[in-house]
């Protein structure tokens, strides 16, 4: 990255963090992937219970060996084969938790959050259930405004997610939204978070390197 580059970057995280902070969230910056974890669990007191949502971010930024760490009780999903009725279940534990973990798809420079989900639990656990919400996103994240978010979401990370994943959708094999009914359709739930949900304690943790999709 050039010294233009750094600086073009260091403004347009402090514009979004000042607007994150005007709309009523908490935000936080660190400069390196590598600390973030570290940050995070000075926010997560011992012995509660930890949800997390599907996130590449989360396990680039080293969290869950961190949390191996920690005597917390760690609900994730993905870290066992589960039925589909335990997987559910799950899912519904996790929107009582004491913390709820996850990205953003997607966050506006004028300090809004914008998600896409495809059953709805991890936005859900964003806005009302959890006492603590964290979410991770790497500077990559952040956009202009909710339009421009609107695109990156169904665009440009549906679709890599789709791949990722290895659903049967339209995108997943042309890399191009199709606005499909595809039962494996992860694109089902639009959501703009344009406060702060007024029970929800939400933090925003920038971090200075693009993560995740």
């Known amino acids: 990255m050039t010294e233009f580059q750094t600086w073009y970057e260091g403004l347009q995280v402090e514009r979004t963090m000042k607007a994150l902070r005007k709309n009523n969230f908490d935000a936080q910056f660190v400069a390196k992937a590598t600390d973030a974890a570290g940050v995070i669990f000075k926010m997560i007191p011992d012995g509660v219970t930890v949800g997390v949502g599907g996130s590449m971010t989360l396990n680039q930024i080293g969290f869950f060996e961190e949390a191996a760490k920690h005597p917390i009780k760690l ?26 973990l996850c990205s953003s798809n997607a966050v506006t420079e ?21 006492k603590k919400v964290i979410l991770v996103c790497g500077v990559n994240k952040i956009v202009k405004d909710v339009t421009e978010a609107h695109k990156r979401a169904q665009e440009w990370a549906a679709p890599m997610n789709a791949k990722r ?27 703009a978070m344009a406060k702060k949900p007024s029970r929800t304690d939400i933090t925003v943790l920038l971090v200075g390197e693009p993560l995740g999709l």
């Open 110 to 130: 004028d300090g809004k959050l914008y998600n896409i989900d495809g059953t709805g639990n991890r936005v859900g656990a964003m806005t009302f259930g959890p």
């Open 165 to 191: 994943l290895a659903l049967k959708t339209p995108c997943a094999e042309t890399g191009v939204c199709a606005d499909c009914a595809s039962p494996q359709r992860i694109c089902n739930v639009y959501v």
């Open 75 to 100: 609900l994730n999903p993905s870290a066992q084969q589960l039925s589909p009725e335990e997987f559910i279940r799950m899912r519904r534990k996790i929107l009582l938790a004491d913390v709820f």
